[in-house]
């Protein structure tokens, strides 16, 4: 059997997928299969892409139209074969023993997923530990559904955002459970992010995790990066994920005020970016986003006071429809945190 399926979207990508490619085809973990998903790229992605499937009996590709992230990863769980699945995007890399370590540790421990620390980098080309955990840890039973909560957004009073990462890239997980359920990912041009939906749907059929206090996964900064780039459209595709998450977590009361604390993070980007845009388009998609029904849900289920201070301000600002308020406490934001820098 092989130990680990590594699949690998790749779109838009030829200056990056050396880079991976050299990081998975020198793990010292061999018995690994890496498939490449050819999202329909314009560029020369599928030629390289073909390439390294010729020189490398481990890789394996599949060409299709472009669907986005969420789908590609679907199109390479149709055909993975490992004991354990892990995705990579492909403008990153690993380090080469990421799987070695990551499968050692689920064998020894028996667990379905296995969660590591990773490095992001930041624009100046410095690269950050996330430190999330600071020992190996292993948890089970109700301790993975509060992994499954701090991973959704943080209780309430905390500082962060969330606890833990949501991206799929820094874990494997047990093939065998995605195959029972019939897990499959989102498109996140349907709900904004493909991942939180999917790790919700694992976890919630998990009976144990372990999570690796090494860093292996280096997260590059891509200024033209799904994650870097705002459309106007983004608060609608948040709203739909909004929506899901409350559905897939309708069984646990708790999850709720996480919920509503994720959206109204999600939202709180999209508020910021159009506050400060003086055109005619921002002011009324500001409007447009103040006054959507679905803020009568969220302010029903959450108060300002579960807040740190300034994300206090913000949510009190929005619950209020405070256009101008919003205006001038979203300048000031970018400009302190211009003046940090």
Not at 51 to 77: F, M, T
């Amino acid at each position: 059997m092989i130990n680990v399926s590594i699949i690998v979207p790749c779109y838009k990508v030829e200056a990056y997928l050396a880079r991976c490619m050299d990081s998975l085809l020198n793990q010292t973990l061999s018995n690994i299969e890496i498939i490449l998903v050819d999202d329909g790229s314009p560029d020369i992605c599928p030629q390289l892409c073909d390439d390294y499937a010729n020189k490398d009996p481990r890789v394996k590709v599949i060409h299709k139209q472009n669907e986005g992230l969420g789908y590609a990863r679907n199109s390479g769980l149709e055909i993975a074969k490992g004991e354990y699945v892990a995705f990579v995007d492909s403008d990153d890399f690993v380090s080469t023993n990421m799987y070695e370590s990551m499968y050692m540790e689920a064998k020894e421990h028996h667990v379905d997923a296995v969660f590591c620390n990773f490095f992001t980098e930041q624009p100046n080309g410095t690269w950050h530990n996330s430190d999330e955990v600071k020992s190996n840890t292993n948890c089970s039973g109700k301790m993975v559904r509060q992994f499954m909560l701090d991973m959704i957004a943080s209780p309430p009073h905390k500082s962060a955002e969330r606890l833990f990462q949501m991206s799929v890239w820094h874990a494997i997980y047990k093939r065998s459970i995605i195959l029972k359920n019939d897990l499959k990912f989102l498109s996140e041009r349907e709900v904004g992010s493909e991942d939180i939906p999917f790790q919700i749907d694992f976890l919630k059929n998990a009976n144990s995790i372990a999570y690796i206090q090494d860093p292996y996964y280096y997260y590059c900064y891509n200024g033209k990066s799904l994650t870097t780039t705002y459309k106007m459209d983004m608060f609608e595709r948040y709203k739909n994920l909004y929506h899901v998450l409350r559905e897939k977590t309708a069984e646990m009361p708790d999850a709720l005020v996480r919920v509503n604390r994720f959206f109204i993070g999600y939202s709180r980007y999209c508020i910021r970016h159009v506050a400060v845009l003086n055109t005619q388009e921002g002011k009324a998609s500001l409007g447009e986003l103040l006054e959507d029904d679905v803020w009568k849900q969220v302010n029903r289920d959450f108060k300002p006071s579960y807040l740190p201070a300034m994300q206090r301000i913000f949510y009190w600002l929005t619950r209020h429809k405070c256009k101008n308020g919003l205006v001038f406490f979203c300048h000031l934001i970018n400009l302190l945190n211009k003046h940090v820098k």
